[in-house]
């Protein structure tokens, strides 16, 4: 009923809107492991005992599973947990990297600390879960993961902050442009300061008006490509804020630019602070079914294929594209999951995966691992087994599965009430 809240309504809205995360007190400060308080999840709790496991710790869970007891402490381990862990708060009263890092935040959404905020992405990760996959997984400082749907580029962010080198591609030229200046920006902070009051000096702020000179004037302004991402990019937040949200467009703009410089500053600050030796991160417009990379070329893969059959992401994000000077009819021929309609998209959308999976074990190095990130959508009022059919098909082309954990999702009950991360070994 409206105006009701439900539990996880409630337990939604104190993520997004209380820094209840960040709490520190004395309580707090003794031995063991503390988990962070906005640890709530089953699945959460499943990650963090598989993380520890990853990182050579034997444990016992304690304190209503709010802490863990370390049967195998080292300086080392203790170390280990501090630089990389995501689901634990102290380790012997000694504040993470992890708490650290997620303090570093603009907004008051708890998982969109430093860069990971800057543009709506429908179906976003969960940062603190890709950093704890990654770790699971046991990619390391100098490894390679390859993501063939880099989407809002959330996981070249948190490899990048775990020293974890990361090639990312994406049909879409729009998340390219996003990944790039979340993990590219604080190179060039002091260039996008120099240029910003002449950009807002010189911002069109009427959408109905011709608008090519923006991008020109970014064009002849600056011939710094990551320069020129970052002013594409804060203007699409606007064009994004006053399409989905009817705000102001200038005054939406103004408040972006100064946001995102914000949180440019604040990873700056924080790489400093905890000496963060990063990771190298590329990313490429590419299609997932045709991967320009060689053979047995990566050390782990993360991904989340496109819920395009329930989320159309092209006429989600239709406002950003066509204001880049997209044809987003002529796109939806290349996108996976839109193509065709009824029974053909979907037939469409498996051969699609089908090709994109081959390809996922064909870059990826033997005895290495696959995470797939996937639900069962609902289309045209019938429930599409995708999860059963990902399972099955990379069997079929060499892969096992050695993981599948249930996630439990909120704000999509409507297409979707939970995904499967699905964790995979290529075995030779």
């Known amino acids: 009923m409206e105006g009701i809240k439900t539990k996880g309504d ?4 104190r ?3 209380n820094f209840w995360a960040y709490e520190v007190s004395n309580k707090n400060i003794r031995k063991n492991l503390i988990l962070l308080d906005n640890v709530q999840f089953i699945y959460e709790l499943s990650l963090a005992e598989l ?14 599973l709010r802490e863990f007891k370390l049967l195998n402490k080292s300086s080392q381990l203790k170390e280990s947990i501090i630089k990389k862990g995501s689901y634990f708060k102290t380790v012997d009263g000694e504040l993470t990297d992890y708490f650290y890092i997620i303090q570093k935040n603009q907004t008051r959404s708890v998982n969109q600390y430093l860069t ?43 490899a990048q902050l775990l020293g974890i080198n990361f090639v990312g591609i994406d049909i879409s030229p729009l998340c390219i442009i996003q990944g790039r200046v979340k993990t590219e920006s604080f190179f060039i902070l002091e260039n996008i300061i120099k240029i910003k009051d002449k950009v807002i000096l010189n911002l069109v702020p009427n959408l109905f008006r011709t608008e090519e000179n923006y991008y020109k004037f970014i064009e002849d302004l600056s011939d710094d490509e990551k320069v020129r991402n970052f002013y594409k990019l804060s203007r699409l ?15 939406s703009f103004v408040k972006n630019i100064n946001l995102m410089i914000a949180s440019i500053k604040d990873y700056i600050e924080i ?7 990063l990771g190298e991160v590329k990313f490429e417009v590419g299609d997932s079914r045709n991967v320009k990379l060689p053979d047995s070329s990566v050390d782990g893969i993360v991904t989340s294929p496109p819920y395009s059959i329930a989320l159309d992401y092209v006429k989600n994000d239709e406002h950003s594209l066509k204001d880049l000077g997209f044809d987003v009819s002529k796109m939806r021929n290349d996108f996976i999951g839109v193509r065709g ?13 089908k090709r994109s999976y081959s390809e996922m074990y064909r870059v990826l190095k033997p005895n290495k691992y696959a995470v797939i990130v996937i639900g069962n959508a609902t289309y045209q009022g019938k429930e599409v087994k995708t999860v059963e059919f990902t399972i099955d098909y990379m069997e079929d082309i060499g892969f096992k599965l050695v993981k599948n954990i249930n996630k439990i999702i909120f704000g999509l009950y409507n ?10 070994k290529k075995e030779k």
């Open 237 to 251: 937040l606007a064009v994004s804020d006053n399409s989905r949200r009817k705000r102001d467009f200038k005054s």
């Open 51 to 64: 993380e520890l496991k990853a990182l050579g710790a034997d444990f016992e869970v304690t304190n209503g």
């Open 15 to 17: 993520a997004e809107n």
């Open 116 to 158: 990971h905020w800057i543009y709506p992405y429908k179906g976003k990760f969960h940062p603190q879960m890709i950093r704890a996959l990654l770790n699971i997984i046991g990619l390391k400082e100098g490894d390679t993961v390859f993501e063939p749907f880099s989407g809002s580029g959330t996981t070249a962010l948190e």
């Open 415 to 424: 297409v979707m009430k939970k995904e499967n991360i699905l964790i995979f």
């Open 271 to 277: 790489k400093e602070k905890l000496g963060l030796k």
């Open 341 to 353: 309609s009824g029974k053909t998209r979907v037939e469409l959308y498996n051969e699609d995966m």
């Open 10 to 13: 409630i337990m939604i809205e």
